[in-house]
């Protein structure tokens, strides 16, 4: 099984996990925290932010954070990578590409789902463990 499989599984298997801002644990999670989560128990060993905030219009921020967690961008994405996208001008989101969508923590349905499709926010990049 390749990382992307991996992280792909583990991300699957949190669907349904409640949101919860700052998550980090099957308690609740918020974006960065599935992100953290699925790719951890896949096996990636990176650093993860200790203060952040989505809620800015500073995607060149984000993607130093990601950076700073052993990503690297990609132009083409593939399962298991990171999706960095803009839902409203002042808000940045995080979601794990998936066969046929994404797996992301949705605040408003407040919990981890599945969204089938393209996403329906403008995609600021693809990032990738390897």
Do not use: K, N
């Not at 999670?29 to 990636?44: K, T």
């Not at 994404?102 to 693809?126: D, K, N, T, Y």
């Amino acid at each position: 099984m390749t990382m992307g499989e991996r992280i792909v599984a583990e991300a699957l298997a949190m669907t349904g996990t409640p949101f919860r801002l700052h998550g980090r644990g099957t308690e609740g999670v918020d974006c960065v925290g599935l992100a953290l989560l699925a790719l951890g128990r896949a096996g990636h060993v990176g650093a993860a932010p200790a203060v952040y905030g989505l809620r800015t219009g500073d995607a060149q921020r984000v993607a130093g954070w990601l950076r700073e967690a052993g990503l690297q961008p990609v132009a083409e994405a593939r399962p298991g990578d990171l999706a960095l996208v803009r839902p409203g001008p002042m808000q940045l989101h995080l979601m794990i590409h998936a066969p046929g969508g994404f797996v992301h923590a949705h605040a408003g349905l407040r919990r981890v789902v599945v969204m089938p499709g393209p996403s329906p926010w403008p995609v600021i990049g693809h990032w990738r463990t390897e």
